[in-house]
């Protein structure tokens, strides 16, 4: 049975989607506020967190940035309100791996756990199904996909799980130029079409962490008009 946690503090809220959530065989813990709800996040292990944004004391994006922030991946599915377009971008870059708007249908809330249920599954049956896969070494940069660590010039650096993510992705792909359309289904899924800008951000926060000058990139390089592309060789030196 998965263990699913609910950050919501709107109790009715939170009946409904342990209700529904039980149908789909799932053990629902409850959590009416945010630092209540990262305290439990942090002590058990659960395979799908559902994260109100407005919460008392702690939100939810605080809670989110704390969670991606600790070693291991849980799946986050954030709620917001519908009129809060800023919110769901926040979320998304905080590490959220998909949102819902309220008011939302059940059918809606059941599909959307469904497919990130089936996103890890297949996840982890392609790691089950083949041997540990070699660290990828581009130049100075060394991204470990089974311990999901990234190293430069031998220092560990520290990345959200959807800049590693992305930093994978186009080390895989050198000198391919990709459109923040193309990166942002990729990486983050059809679902969240419309929300390239996102994409920008994190771009922003790795070339803050992995180039020498962030205001001269040579490891993501910018193709104007077009998008983004991995340098297609890298010196070892960095």
């Not at 053990?27 to 945010?34: K, L, N, S």
């Not at 009129?83 to 599909?111: H, Q």
Request: aromatic fraction near 6%.
């Amino acid at each position: 049975m998965r263990q699913v946690l609910v950050i919501e503090d709107d109790l009715d809220i939170g009946r409904l989607v342990r209700m529904h959530l039980a149908e789909q065989q799932c053990e629902v813990t409850v959590a009416t506020d945010g630092a209540a709800g990262l305290a439990l996040a942090t002590a058990q292990r659960f395979d799908l967190v559902v994260l109100d944004i407005m919460l008392p004391g702690m939100d939810g994006l605080e809670v989110c940035r704390r969670l991606r922030a600790r070693p291991g991946y849980t799946p986050i599915l954030m709620l917001t309100s519908k009129s809060t377009e800023l919110d769901r971008v926040l979320g998304l870059e905080m590490g959220a791996d998909d949102y819902l708007t309220k008011p939302f249908s059940v059918l809606e809330l059941v599909a959307r756990v469904k497919a990130l249920f089936r996103r890890v599954e297949a996840m982890s049956a392609g790691e089950d199904a083949a041997a540990p896969a070699a660290p990828l070494a581009r130049g100075p940069l060394v991204i470990d996909a089974t311990r999901r660590t990234v190293t430069l010039r031998g220092e560990h650096v520290e990345l959200t799980a959807k800049e590693f993510d992305l930093l994978t992705y186009f080390a895989q792909h050198p000198g391919l130029v990709y459109t923040r359309a193309q990166l942002l289904d990729k990486v983050w899924g059809y679902s969240h079409s419309g929300y390239e800008h996102t994409v920008n951000s994190h771009i922003n926060r790795l070339r803050a962490k992995i180039e020498r000058n962030p205001n001269e990139p040579q490891i993501i390089q910018t193709v104007w008009g077009v998008g983004y592309k991995f340098a297609e060789s890298l010196p070892d030196e960095g």
